[in-house]
């Protein structure tokens, strides 16, 4: 799947560093095939919202060195407030990725696992899925769900589990998404915080495992057009 074709892929990410955690393997092992690899970032911090303008300015220089290290094509970013997602009107969201994934035109639409503890994975989730129909977004072939370390493996809902049933071999590449994964700073904390390199490794041996190789990232397939 990732290295038949030069056509590109596209990962949604509610926020920066769930592309990382969830796929940053697959998308590093795409890079390296040949495929135009694009990231869209749903949400946004500013200081209007509260946040401090270190860390505004400290989320800013991340994305441009995370840009850099996987060698996106594009950023695309939409700028929604981070957590209210859930009460802006489904159809402004559905619009506004559309658009992205319009004007990107992949074949492999990566989006945030629908059952995730966090609101906005869901909603990113839903939105993001309505642009994979195909008689209104013709490209996407593949699209999957990743699993995000402290959101997947975080909820205590049961009614939407992450089930794995697409690997991809990530063993050459799992040291650099966990160097890309530490330049998000304090994101990423000593074990066992589920955001650590330790945990990043400990999830990727496991789906080696059940994969038959060294380290894997799971995804949950939703549509595949073959």
């Not at 990962?11 to 590093?28: R, S």
């Not at 135009?36 to 441009?64: F, Q, S, Y």
């Not at 945030?112 to 839903?126: E, F, K, N, T, Y």
Request: with cysteine; proline share 7%.
């Amino acid at each position: 799947m990732i290295e038949s074709s030069n056509k590109p892929v596209l990962v949604v990410a509610p926020h920066p560093d769930d592309e990382t955690l969830g796929a940053g393997g697959f998308l590093l092992r795409a890079h390296d095939a040949d495929r135009p690899i694009h990231w869209l970032i749903v949400t946004k911090i500013c200081e209007a919202d509260g946040w401090p303008l270190e860390k505004v300015k400290r989320r800013e220089n991340e994305i441009a060195n995370v840009s850099e290290a996987f060698g996106f094509t594009a950023v695309h970013r939409l700028g929604f407030a981070t957590a209210q997602l859930d009460i802006l009107p489904l159809g402004e969201l559905v619009g506004a990725i559309g658009s992205v994934v319009q004007k990107v035109e992949p074949e492999i639409l990566l989006l945030p696992h629908r059952g995730d503890a966090h609101s906005d994975h869901r909603v990113v989730h839903d939105a993001a899925g309505a642009c994979a129909k195909w008689f209104r977004y013709p490209t996407p072939r593949w699209v999957l769900s990743y699993e995000t370390l402290s959101e997947t493996d975080a909820c205590v809902r049961n009614a939407e589990p992450f089930r794995a049933d697409v690997f991809a071999d990530i063993t050459p590449h799992l040291e650099e998404k966990i160097r890309i994964a530490k330049m998000f700073g304090d994101e990423i904390q000593p074990f066992p915080f589920p955001r650590s390199d330790d945990a990043i490794r400990g999830l990727a041996a496991v789906r080696g495992v059940a994969s038959g190789s060294r380290y894997a990232e799971a995804f949950m397939l939703h549509r595949a057009r073959i």
